[in-house]
């Protein structure tokens, strides 16, 4: 376990030092373009699943309706 303590403060410590002589620096374009790209993954994902949600509803409400239908002809039929 000390073994691993001592790793961890040996990479924090050549991170901070990376960071302080300024070689740990992040490259504008790239990040602009991962946060665009995923972005609009999650966009698309959204609308994909609003789309299967409204499509559940709309199956719901059309075999409801259908069933409805059904069993008021038979009542109908049955009365005559």
């Known amino acids: ?10 990479v924090g ?3 901070w030092l990376e960071y302080e002589n300024g070689w ?4 504008v374009g790239y990040d602009h373009y991962n946060n665009k790209h995923k972005r ?12 299967m949600v409204t499509s559940a509803f709309g199956l719901v409400f ?7 239908f059904l069993v008021s002809l ?4 049955l009365q005559k």
Do not use: P
Request: aromatic fraction near 8%; include cysteine.
């Open 40 to 51: 609009h993954a999650m966009v698309v994902e959204s609308l994909e699943l609003f789309g």
């Open 13 to 15: 410590k050549k991170e």
């Open 62 to 68: 059309l075999s409801g309706s259908l069933c409805i």
């Open 74 to 77: 038979f009542v109908v039929h």
């Open 24 to 27: 740990n620096y992040k490259s």
């Open 1 to 10: 376990m000390s073994v691993l303590r001592e790793r961890i403060r040996e």
